[in-house]
């Protein structure tokens, strides 16, 4: 299975709250970069855009300064599960995310806002799939090592909390 449900975020509210207000007062591109790498000290919204291949995501472990105190600190430090170059993602109505591709790790996914229409496909040959995954507090690690991408075929922008998966810190 690509998508599993592996968690509940208690204070899902008061979180989509700061995230709808993150994407309303500084998202100028698809995505919001809540992480940094320390060592580079790059704390702009788009540090982790990728474009850096030599900064790997293992390296985005540093929360942005001025999250410090607020409800995304309290879910990094609360939900158990270690995170890494973790963003939040808008995808705008009727829109592919990207072309199919494969990351270097799982993704961790916390959908903020969304639509039965805007879903997750797999291209795997054993496993072609599509999957929808509400934005009711569920926290679900999705498998990006294998063929994928996202579409938005619904009139509402997407928002997703998303994380490079690094292990289990604790389980609730």
Same mark, same amino acid.
């Given at each position: 299975?690509?998508?599993?449900?592996?968690?509940?975020?208690?204070?899902?509210?008061?979180?989509?709250?700061?995230?709808?207000?993150?994407?309303?007062? %500084?998202?100028?591109?698809?995505? =919001?970069?809540?992480?940094?790498?320390?060592?580079? /000290?790059?704390?702009?919204?788009?540090?982790?855009?990728?474009?850096?291949?030599?900064?790997?995501?293992?390296?985005?472990?540093? &929360?942005? !300064?001025?999250?410090? #105190?607020?409800? =995304?600190?309290?879910? *990094?430090?609360?939900?158990?599960?270690? &995170?890494?170059?973790?963003?939040?993602?808008?995808?705008?109505? #009727?829109? %592919?995310?990207?072309? !199919?591709?494969?990351? $270097?790790?799982?993704? =961790?996914?916390? !959908?903020? %806002?969304?639509?039965?229409?805007?879903? *997750?496909?797999?291209?795997?040959?054993?496993?072609?799939?599509?999957?929808?995954?509400?934005?009711? /507090?569920? $926290?679900?690690?999705?498998?990006?090592?294998?063929?994928?991408?996202?579409?938005?075929?619904?009139?509402?922008?997407? %928002?997703?909390?998303?994380?490079?998966?690094?292990?289990?810190?604790?389980?609730?």
């Amino acid at each position: 299975m690509i998508i599993k449900k592996i968690g509940y975020y208690e204070r899902f509210q008061q979180l989509k709250e700061q995230v709808l207000e993150l994407c309303d007062s %500084v998202m100028t591109h698809n995505h =919001i970069s809540l992480q940094y790498d320390p060592e580079v /000290g790059d704390t702009s919204w788009l540090n982790a855009y990728g474009e850096d291949k030599a900064r790997r995501e293992r390296y985005f472990t540093a &929360l942005q !300064p001025i999250l410090k #105190n607020t409800e =995304i600190e309290k879910m *990094f430090d609360t939900i158990g599960i270690e &995170l890494r170059r973790t963003r939040i993602f808008a995808l705008e109505p #009727n829109t %592919v995310g990207y072309t !199919p591709h494969r990351d $270097i790790t799982g993704r =961790i996914h916390i !959908p903020i %806002v969304t639509d039965f229409d805007a879903r *997750f496909y797999s291209y795997e040959p054993e496993e072609q799939m599509c999957d929808y995954m509400p934005a009711d /507090g569920s $926290i679900y690690f999705v498998d990006t090592t294998k063929q994928h991408t996202f579409k938005n075929l619904s009139n509402i922008r997407r %928002v997703h909390l998303v994380g490079c998966y690094y292990g289990v810190k604790k389980w609730n």
